[in-house]
């Protein structure tokens, strides 16, 4: 069986967790020194308007704030990340930077106190796949991703957490873009008059069904971002966009069936 070098970078990082943080660290720096973004958001660069207002739920270590902030130096950025450890990272990291708002909490359908799940392989806490419902944060890490996968290794810590609806927040996004380990879907029902009202361009993750329904339901229709267009009915490799026809007048991208 062929190695797959992605699986094996990624097994490597398990073995020396200290690679994972440098990786992200690399890899903000190389954002700021190219002047390039984070693939699974270049699209915001095409966003008519300087000042968007911006709602990014699971931000996690800041790569896709890093990019629209590349992008969109004078953008309103409001990140939603319920890890603390990763919201006081990202509080810090762009103190200064521009106008960004970070809550250390999470986004569902209801007002609640709920436990995530953090998964921990050999004592690397993977943090940024953590999930409000365990078998999401457990499955993840499994013998198909992971070279000399160990199960005994696998434990899952929960964490305590508060969540808001967006709905209550008063907000007006330009872009809404949705990353919440599986739970997407809840963060739509509780975003939906916002997104009724407003009718941000969505980001969110590639090839999930439930999350293209609940969209769908909302008058959207999904697009792949390649080649600086939009494809109608696309995947893209890992975000697809969500949009509505009077976006076409909000994006300099063109359109293509």
Known sequence: MPVSAKKFARSVSLFFPALRQRRVAAQLALIGWTRRPWRPVEAVGGLVGADPVIVDVGASRGLSVASMLMMKP???????????????????????????????????????????????????????????????????????????????????????????RLDDLNLAPDILKIYAQSHEPEVIAGAEQTIRRH???????????????????????????????????????????????????????????
């Open 74 to 164: 004078a953008a309103r950025i409001v990140a939603f990340e319920p890890i603390k450890d990763l919201a006081d990272a990202l509080r810090a990291r762009f103190q200064g930077r521009g106008d960004v708002r970070v809550f250390g909490c999470a986004l569902s359908d209801s007002d609640d106190v709920m436990t995530i799940h953090v998964p921990v392989y050999r004592g690397c806490v993977m943090d940024t796949l953590a999930a409000l419902r365990r078998e999401d944060a457990a499955d993840w890490i499994n013998p198909e991703r992971v070279y000399w996968f160990d199960p005994r290794e696998l434990t899952v810590k929960p964490q305590r957490v508060d969540v808001l």
């Open 199 to 257: 009718a941000p361009a969505i980001m969110a993750p590639a090839r999930i069904p439930r999350i293209d329904a609940s969209l769908r339901d909302l008058g959207y229709a999904r697009f792949a971002f390649r080649d600086n267009t939009f494809q109608a009915e696309g995947e893209g490799d890992y975000t697809s966009w969500y949009l509505r026809p009077e976006h076409r007048d909000r994006f300099i991208y063109p359109w293509r069936k």
